[in-house]
């Protein structure tokens, strides 16, 4: 069978089964369950699905997940989130699109303490969209840019993809650390320039907040007050990280404790504002854990039956200039994303992608921050990009997937201006590199 | 009347592996901290905080999708479904049961053949503190057997013209 | 009609570790026209690298390329093929191979044989300047299960940390180094490893395993001309393959900054001994003391 007909055959009945109602994690279930049957030697293939499905759940790098899940939720019962947009209301009030701007910063500060997207929307989406709703901001100002700025948790450091890029592709993990800063920062000026633009041409998406007369003396002690004690959270989170105290993953761990202990010292943490947060982030993680195995499961098949192999291969079989097939395998990694996870995705394209810009004579750095991008945007992209049913997970009750569809393509189509940005300006990622590792 | 005292029953095993979930996650939080805290204090690596974690998340997973299947909180792709009317919808719902159905109670029983083969062969993780693999591997089934009755029960009420 | 086997790898193709797999499998497919017909699937990303003995011992694959020590709570005794000083043409001449075969056979997987790799050894990378093992002690160490009971032996502190998080603990100084193999560091660790301690431990080989039924359709008499073709034919031809990358490895290593601390023969000795009692002690705690011996008196140098 040819690659595109076997693809064809295995997305078309989870497409339906997801349009049927079914939900995401049993849509993702059924077909694995079918395919292993088929692929994989009847009974046999389907125990392996189970040990497979087990494998994929045992990871330490879904733990953060759960446990940027509790930060999220323990600000948002205990108040500390709604106190923090109080605050920045007294000093911004004017400013329209300020929460969703608020988000992108957020995006950006998390991005430094975390590697993985998904951990940024479970931290972000449970903690400012209810409020920001309550607030009046529309959808797409709320969901979309905590969609968009989640993927820069991949592109500034420490970022555990890509280490993993490094370790599959044999590339210094150094550079490319470095070299994905300026890009993630091109992104977020990007979402800023966006949000800010769409704010001015239809302020009812973004409402702004009459400031009543206060005190400069209130503002500043509503800042020390609220803040200031954030600062403690950040600090046990990038900074346990910053000191060599802790790794990544058990930064999270910290920075929910931190989050607990911040509330319970402001008198807030009662015994059902705890109760709930753990209870309610318990139930997140459950949503999404069962996706991304069903999910990671999903790509498994995938591979086996090759047509992810016949894909990449076809685009190096194209009659065209070396730029334009460079080119094409991000655009393919964007397309993939679609419905696999980032790590399966790297499995399968980049031991033949590295070779291929080698001998092309390409900027091995410059493609790796390009996969990057491509990597996140295909995450968000819909129908099945992972981090859109994490949003539909963390947000308020009734956000349909149709208002994440639409919040989130605004924010792709600026991640694919990104990828165009680096892709003619090789020098966004080339020169910090060279100022670095002369 | 023995459907009520089924779903009463069925509710409260599925709220009780929830909260065990729920439990379980502050486990993975309080170890992990405890880990950091430990060795920054100059003591030598918990070998098992990641390991303990890892079995956790697996068990907080299918410990809790009962729970949630029960209470329709499982992420949905809405688009089509949501607006659709009575009729069709409940066929929809009968259909998707009856796939949750098949699907869970197959899971179910390949899931005891793994753990049971797993026993007799004595299978162990390949980790520091190489546990027998069926402990783990005991978490599928369990929560795929909680999850068959819970879209039996969805089936039943879906045939009765309730939506679910 | 031939034996048709899918195939799955410990890593994924074009990656340097599973070259001389590729190469098997296009060379049995030749030479066995018409009895044999290997399928290469591809590596983890088709099916979890710790689940793949599993996935053939069950049957949802025919063929695995594999880790020695990714399927130890399956077969305890595999960890065993990385347990030698002595390169594949001396293990060969022991018995060693038809044990591992009765070994596998006993969990119900069909052992083929070895793709060896013998240089392919063990290695620490400290991100500080160390100046000899002694320095080691209390140093927290990255390592995977395997190589666990040699770093307690060194008094330098274990710790198990996913592949991901080593770039950015040894960065921060969470650990103070770890341990792999010869190959792929230079690249990937510049400007964060100061010392490489030399020599390595241990050794590397890849088994081959099959699931037992799709071994038994073969004939008796194609199953003996498959397992010696693997055995005799093409594992002594692959064993020294890696020479030229690990000298080209080194050069950039140093390239990179990483200092070599050479060992005394004195001190290296010591370390080796440290390395297979440790080791060895595992195996015996884990498979049963009596198999041990039993193995390590054909593993050990002569
Ligand atoms: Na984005
Ligand atoms: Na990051």
């Given at each position: 069978?040819?690659?595109?007909?076997?693809l064809?055959v295995?997305?078309?009945?989870?497409?339906?089964l997801?349009?049927?109602?079914?939900?995401?994690?049993?849509?993702?279930?059924a077909?694995?369950?079918v395919?292993?049957?088929?692929?994989?030697g009847?009974?046999?293939?389907?125990?392996?699905?189970v040990?497979?499905?087990?494998?994929s759940?045992?990871?330490?790098?879904l733990?953060p997940?759960?446990?940027?899940?509790?930060?999220?939720?323990?600000?948002f019962?205990s108040g500390i989130?709604?106190?923090?947009m109080?605050?920045?209301?007294?000093?911004?009030g004017k400013?329209?699109?300020?929460l969703a701007?608020m988000?992108?910063?957020?995006?950006?500060?998390?991005?430094?303490?975390?590697?993985?997207?998904?951990?940024?929307?479970?931290?972000?989406g449970?903690?400012?969209?209810?409020e920001?709703?309550?607030r009046?901001?529309a959808?797409?100002?709320?969901l979309?840019?905590i969609?968009g700025?989640?993927?820069?948790?991949?592109?500034?450091p420490?970022?555990?993809?890509?280490?993993v890029?490094?370790?599959?592709?044999?590339?210094?993990?150094g550079?490319?650390?470095?070299?994905?800063?300026?890009?993630?920062?091109?992104?977020?000026?990007?979402?800023?320039a966006y949000?800010?633009?769409?704010?001015h041409l239809?302020?009812?998406?973004?409402?702004?907040?009459?400031v009543?007369?206060?005190?400069?003396g209130?503002?500043m002690?509503?800042?020390v007050?609220?803040?200031?004690?954030?600062?403690?959270?950040?600090f046990?989170?990038?900074?346990v990280?910053?000191?060599?105290?802790?790794?990544?993953?058990e930064?999270a761990a910290?920075?929910a404790f931190a989050?607990?202990a911040l509330?319970?010292?402001?008198?807030?943490?009662?015994?059902?504002v705890f109760?709930?947060t753990m209870?309610?982030?318990a139930?997140?993680?459950?949503?999404?854990?069962l996706?991304?195995?069903?999910?990671?499961t999903?790509?498994?098949?995938?591979?086996?039956?090759?047509?992810?192999?016949?894909m990449?291969?076809?685009?190096l079989s194209?009659d065209i200039?070396?730029?334009?097939?460079?080119?094409?395998?991000?655009?393919l990694?964007?397309?993939?994303g679609?419905?696999?996870g980032?790590?399966p995705?790297?499995?399968?394209?980049?031991?033949?992608?590295?070779?291929?810009?080698?001998?092309?004579?390409m900027?091995?750095?410059?493609?790796?921050a390009?996969?990057?991008?491509?990597?996140?945007?295909g995450a968000t992209?819909?129908?099945?990009?992972?981090?859109?049913?994490v949003?539909?997970?963390?947000?308020?009750?009734?956000?349909?997937?149709?208002?994440?569809?639409?919040?989130?393509?605004?924010?792709?189509?600026?991640?694919?201006?990104?990828?165009?940005?680096?892709?003619?300006?090789p020098?966004?990622?080339?020169?910090?590199?060279?100022?670095?590792?002369? | 009347?023995?459907?009520v005292?089924?779903?009463?029953l069925l509710s409260?095993?599925n709220?009780?592996?929830?909260?065990i979930?729920?439990?379980?996650?502050?486990?993975?939080a309080?170890?992990?901290?405890?880990?950091?805290?430990?060795?920054?204090?100059?003591f030598a690596?918990?070998?098992?905080?990641?390991?303990?974690s890892?079995?956790?998340l697996?068990?907080?997973?299918?410990?809790?999708?009962?729970?949630?299947?029960?209470?329709?909180?499982?992420?949905?792709?809405?688009?089509?479904y949501d607006?659709?009317?009575h009729?069709?919808?409940?066929?929809?719902?009968i259909?998707?049961?009856?796939?949750g159905?098949?699907?869970?109670?197959?899971?179910?029983?390949?899931g005891?053949?793994?753990?049971v083969?797993?026993?007799?062969?004595?299978?162990?993780q390949?980790?520091v503190?190489?546990?027998l693999s069926?402990?783990?591997?005991?978490?599928?089934p369990?929560?795929?057997?909680?999850?068959?009755?819970e879209?039996?029960?969805q089936?039943?009420?879906?045939f009765?013209?309730?939506?679910? | 009609?031939?034996?048709?086997?899918?195939?799955?790898t410990?890593?994924?193709?074009?990656?340097?570790?599973?070259?001389?797999?590729?190469?098997?499998?296009e060379?049995?497919?030749?030479?066995f026209?018409?009895?044999?017909?290997?399928?290469?699937?591809?590596?983890?990303?088709?099916?979890?690298?710790?689940?793949q003995?599993?996935?053939?011992?069950?049957?949802?694959m025919?063929m695995?390329y594999?880790?020695p020590?990714?399927?130890?709570g399956?077969?305890p005794?595999?960890g065993?093929?990385?347990l030698?000083?002595?390169?594949?043409?001396?293990?060969?001449?022991?018995d060693?191979?038809?044990r591992?075969?009765?070994?596998?056979?006993?969990?119900?997987?069909?052992?083929?044989?070895?793709?060896p790799?013998t240089?392919l050894?063990?290695?620490?990378y400290?991100?500080?300047?160390?100046?000899?093992l002694a320095?080691?002690?209390?140093?927290?160490?990255?390592?995977?299960?395997?190589?666990?009971p040699?770093?307690?032996?060194?008094?330098?502190e274990?710790?198990?940390l996913?592949?991901q998080?080593?770039?950015t603990?040894l960065?921060?100084?969470?650990?103070?180094g770890?341990m792999?193999?010869?190959?792929?560091?230079?690249?990937?660790?510049?400007?964060l490893?100061?010392t490489?301690?030399?020599p390595g431990?241990?050794?590397?080989?890849?088994p081959v395993?099959?699931?037992m039924?799709?071994?038994n359709?073969?004939?008796?008499?194609?199953?003996?001309?498959?397992?010696?073709?693997?055995?005799?034919?093409?594992?002594?031809?692959i064993?020294?393959?890696?020479t030229?990358?690990?000298?080209?490895?080194?050069?950039?290593?140093?390239?990179?900054?990483f200092?070599y601390?050479?060992?005394?023969?004195?001190?290296?000795?010591?370390?080796e001994?440290?390395?297979?009692?440790?080791?060895?002690?595992?195996?015996?705690e884990?498979?049963?003391a009596?198999?041990a011996?039993?193995?390590?008196?054909?593993?050990d140098?002569?």
């Amino acid at each position: 069978m040819e690659w595109y007909v076997t693809l064809a055959v295995i997305l078309l009945p989870l497409f339906v089964l997801m349009m049927m109602g079914l939900p995401v994690a049993f849509s993702f279930l059924a077909v694995n369950l079918v395919g292993a049957y088929l692929l994989m030697g009847g009974f046999a293939g389907l125990e392996q699905l189970v040990l497979n499905t087990v494998g994929s759940i045992t990871s330490f790098t879904l733990i953060p997940i759960a446990l940027f899940m509790i930060m999220g939720e323990a600000m948002f019962r205990s108040g500390i989130a709604i106190e923090l947009m109080d605050t920045l209301d007294k000093w911004f009030g004017k400013l329209r699109g300020r929460l969703a701007l608020m988000a992108v910063g957020g995006g950006v500060l998390f991005s430094t303490l975390t590697g993985n997207s998904m951990g940024s929307i479970a931290l972000l989406g449970s903690s400012l969209t209810p409020e920001m709703e309550k607030r009046g901001y529309a959808k797409s100002m709320s969901l979309g840019p905590i969609l968009g700025s989640s993927g820069l948790a991949i592109m500034i450091p420490p970022s555990s993809l890509a280490v993993v890029l490094g370790v599959i592709g044999d590339i210094s993990i150094g550079r490319i650390l470095i070299g994905i800063i300026v890009p993630g920062l091109v992104m977020a000026l990007l979402y800023i320039a966006y949000i800010l633009g769409r704010c001015h041409l239809q302020p009812h998406l973004a409402p702004s907040f009459d400031v009543p007369p206060v005190t400069l003396g209130e503002k500043m002690r509503a800042t020390v007050v609220n803040i200031l004690p954030l600062s403690v959270i950040v600090f046990s989170v990038v900074g346990v990280i910053f000191l060599g105290i802790a790794t990544p993953s058990e930064a999270a761990a910290t920075g929910a404790f931190a989050t607990l202990a911040l509330a319970a010292l402001r008198g807030r943490l009662t015994g059902k504002v705890f109760g709930d947060t753990m209870f309610s982030s318990a139930n997140i993680s459950v949503m999404v854990l069962l996706i991304v195995s069903g999910a990671v499961t999903f790509s498994q098949l995938l591979a086996y039956t090759g047509a992810t192999y016949g894909m990449v291969d076809a685009v190096l079989s194209l009659d065209i200039s070396n730029e334009a097939i460079v080119f094409m395998m991000i655009m393919l990694v964007v397309f993939m994303g679609m419905f696999m996870g980032p790590l399966p995705i790297m499995l399968i394209t980049l031991p033949i992608f590295i070779p291929v810009v080698q001998q092309f004579n390409m900027d091995l750095i410059w493609f790796a921050a390009l996969f990057l991008v491509a990597i996140e945007t295909g995450a968000t992209s819909p129908p099945f990009g992972a981090a859109l049913f994490v949003m539909k997970a963390v947000a308020p009750k009734g956000t349909t997937m149709g208002e994440i569809y639409r919040a989130a393509v605004p924010f792709i189509i600026l991640d694919l201006a990104a990828i165009l940005l680096i892709f003619f300006i090789p020098e966004l990622v080339t020169f910090p590199v060279d100022l670095m590792f002369r | 009347m023995f459907l009520v005292k089924l779903r009463r029953l069925l509710s409260a095993v599925n709220l009780c592996c929830a909260i065990i979930g729920a439990g379980l996650l502050l486990m993975i939080a309080v170890i992990i901290c405890f880990e950091v805290t430990v060795r920054s204090l100059g003591f030598a690596s918990q070998l098992w905080v990641i390991e303990v974690s890892e079995y956790a998340l697996l068990f907080i997973t299918f410990l809790g999708a009962p729970y949630l299947l029960e209470k329709n909180m499982h992420v949905v792709l809405d688009l089509v479904y949501d607006s659709l009317s009575h009729r069709p919808r409940i066929v929809l719902q009968i259909i998707n049961a009856t796939i949750g159905l098949a699907l869970c109670g197959i899971l179910t029983v390949i899931g005891i053949s793994v753990v049971v083969e797993q026993f007799q062969l004595g299978v162990r993780q390949v980790t520091v503190m190489r546990p027998l693999s069926w402990w783990i591997t005991l978490a599928m089934p369990v929560g795929m057997a909680l999850m068959t009755l819970e879209f039996l029960l969805q089936m039943i009420r879906s045939f009765r013209g309730e939506r679910v | 009609d031939p034996v048709e086997i899918n195939a799955v790898t410990l890593a994924p193709r074009s990656v340097y570790i599973t070259q001389p797999f590729a190469q098997f499998v296009e060379e049995v497919n030749e030479r066995f026209e018409g009895e044999i017909e290997i399928t290469w699937r591809g590596g983890p990303e088709v099916m979890p690298p710790f689940g793949q003995a599993e996935g053939v011992r069950n049957g949802a694959m025919g063929m695995t390329y594999t880790s020695p020590s990714y399927y130890q709570g399956l077969v305890p005794t595999s960890g065993t093929m990385n347990l030698s000083f002595m390169n594949y043409a001396e293990i060969a001449e022991t018995d060693y191979h038809e044990r591992m075969t009765e070994l596998h056979a006993e969990q119900n997987l069909a052992f083929i044989g070895e793709i060896p790799a013998t240089e392919l050894d063990f290695r620490i990378y400290m991100g500080e300047e160390v100046t000899s093992l002694a320095d080691l002690e209390g140093k927290r160490i990255r390592v995977f299960p395997t190589l666990l009971p040699l770093v307690q032996a060194l008094g330098a502190e274990p710790i198990v940390l996913p592949m991901q998080e080593i770039y950015t603990a040894l960065e921060r100084g969470t650990i103070d180094g770890f341990m792999q193999g010869p190959l792929g560091q230079a690249a990937q660790f510049e400007g964060l490893v100061s010392t490489v301690i030399e020599p390595g431990v241990y050794r590397a080989g890849f088994p081959v395993l099959m699931n037992m039924d799709l071994f038994n359709e073969m004939s008796p008499d194609l199953q003996e001309r498959f397992t010696t073709f693997l055995r005799e034919d093409f594992a002594p031809r692959i064993d020294d393959i890696w020479t030229e990358d690990i000298a080209t490895e080194r050069a950039a290593q140093e390239a990179a900054g990483f200092e070599y601390l050479t060992l005394s023969e004195e001190e290296a000795a010591r370390y080796e001994t440290m390395a297979m009692d440790a080791a060895w002690e595992m195996t015996a705690e884990n498979a049963g003391a009596e198999v041990a011996a039993e193995l390590r008196e054909m593993l050990d140098r002569q």
